[in-house]
């Protein structure tokens, strides 16, 4: 009888020890597996860390190079847009532009801009060109652009279409004129990497008509087309390149060659917050040639050097 007692009692207590062992050893694998999971995997299942790239609007990230987007219905905003140009054939040349904008967009699918403009200029011994130096009120300007396709997950390229009259007052020689004009233009973008490298592509058309002091209205026309790529760097800050091809011609419709240009250059895009922004851009004309010239550029017809500096204020 006290054996059967004494084996109950055995039995119980090495029941009792293998149920501590094995809560041990759950415990232990617990653990194991928790560590195996690593840091990232941890996070993962208490909460989903937000991606600091987010979505970036491109319509300024290109440059010279317009990207598709027009921006969010009921946005509004200030920019302050300046753009320079280097260098022309025989003489010494500058020719810098500064435009007070306000931008709106009223529609989701539709944006607008008006520009005020005025020109600093200093020309002299420039081939063809009266010598000119002086700031002045230089005209008026007006873009209009329609989203045709919104980039998105069910779209990966953006398309608008964009309108850009503008009256002058003053041409980029610095010569009192009456110019009208209207850039027509097909812009289209693509996000290649989500939230991180960004293409477009620009085709453009701008006839013109403009009379000079004591001459007739002379036509003309240049078509352009441009592309660039924009990486993002940082967060908030995007950097890129672009090229672009300009070929000027005679008539409202193109008819006899003037000239044509290649540009190259970086990029740069700086989104401080998320209402302020800075985007800057340089180009350097690479090669070209003028109608009747034997030189490897057209500098008659185009500058050498081209820059831009937008900063924009949203409210």
């Given at each position: 009888?006290?054996s059967a007692v004494r084996?109950?009692r055995a039995a119980r207590?090495?029941?009792?020890v293998?149920?501590a062992?094995?809560?041990?050893?759950?415990s232990?694998?617990s653990c194991l597996a928790?560590?195996?999971l690593g840091?990232a995997d941890?996070?993962?299942?208490?909460?989903?860390?937000p991606d600091?790239?987010?979505?970036?609007?491109t319509k300024?990230?290109?440059?010279?190079?317009?990207?598709a987007?027009?921006?969010s219905?009921?946005?509004?905003?200030?920019e302050?847009?300046?753009t320079?140009a280097?260098?022309?054939?025989g003489?010494r040349?500058?020719?810098?532009e500064?435009?007070i904008?306000?931008?709106?967009?009223p529609?989701?699918?539709?944006?607008?801009?008006?520009s005020?403009?005025v020109s600093?200029?200093d020309v002299?011994?420039?081939?063809g060109a009266?010598?000119?130096?002086?700031v002045?009120?230089s005209g008026l300007s007006t873009?209009l652009?329609y989203?045709v396709?919104g980039?998105?997950?069910?779209?990966?390229?953006?398309l608008?279409?964009?309108a850009e009259?503008?009256w002058?007052?003053?041409?980029?020689?610095?010569?009192?004129i009456?110019?009208?004009?209207?850039a027509?233009g097909?812009?289209?973008?693509?996000?290649?990497?989500?939230?991180?490298?960004?293409?477009?592509?620009?085709?453009i058309?701008?006839p013109?008509?403009?009379?000079s002091?004591?001459q007739d209205?002379q036509?003309?026309?240049?078509?352009?087309?441009?592309?660039?790529?924009?990486?993002?760097?940082t967060?908030k800050?995007?950097?890129?390149?672009?090229?672009?091809?300009?070929?000027a011609?005679?008539g409202l419709?193109p008819?006899?060659?003037?000239?044509?240009?290649?540009?190259v250059?970086?990029?740069l895009?700086?989104?401080f917050?998320?209402?302020?922004?800075?985007?800057?851009?340089?180009s350097?004309q690479v090669a070209?040639?003028?109608?009747?010239e034997s030189?490897?550029?057209?500098?008659t017809?185009?500058?050498?050097y081209?820059a831009?500096?937008?900063?924009?204020?949203e409210?």
């Amino acid at each position: 009888m006290r054996s059967a007692v004494r084996t109950r009692r055995a039995a119980r207590l090495l029941g009792a020890v293998c149920g501590a062992i094995g809560a041990v050893a759950a415990s232990e694998s617990s653990c194991l597996a928790q560590a195996a999971l690593g840091p990232a995997d941890q996070a993962g299942q208490s909460a989903a860390l937000p991606d600091p790239f987010h979505e970036l609007e491109t319509k300024y990230l290109f440059g010279f190079t317009e990207g598709a987007d027009i921006g969010s219905e009921g946005e509004q905003s200030v920019e302050f847009e300046s753009t320079a140009a280097f260098q022309r054939r025989g003489g010494r040349y500058s020719d810098v532009e500064q435009e007070i904008e306000y931008e709106s967009v009223p529609s989701q699918f539709f944006g607008y801009e008006l520009s005020a403009h005025v020109s600093g200029y200093d020309v002299a011994g420039v081939d063809g060109a009266a010598n000119a130096h002086g700031v002045g009120f230089s005209g008026l300007s007006t873009e209009l652009r329609y989203l045709v396709i919104g980039r998105g997950p069910g779209s990966p390229i953006g398309l608008t279409l964009i309108a850009e009259p503008e009256w002058a007052r003053i041409d980029d020689l610095g010569q009192p004129i009456a110019d009208y004009s209207s850039a027509f233009g097909v812009v289209a973008d693509a996000e290649l990497i989500a939230n991180r490298l960004y293409g477009a592509v620009n085709l453009i058309d701008t006839p013109d008509i403009a009379k000079s002091p004591g001459q007739d209205w002379q036509r003309s026309s240049t078509i352009a087309a441009t592309a660039g790529l924009a990486y993002r760097l940082t967060p908030k800050v995007t950097g890129g390149g672009e090229v672009e091809y300009y070929r000027a011609y005679d008539g409202l419709a193109p008819q006899a060659l003037q000239g044509q240009a290649l540009y190259v250059g970086p990029t740069l895009h700086i989104q401080f917050t998320g209402q302020t922004m800075l985007a800057a851009a340089f180009s350097s004309q690479v090669a070209g040639r003028a109608a009747g010239e034997s030189y490897g550029l057209d500098l008659t017809d185009f500058p050498r050097y081209r820059a831009n500096l937008k900063l924009e204020f949203e409210f």
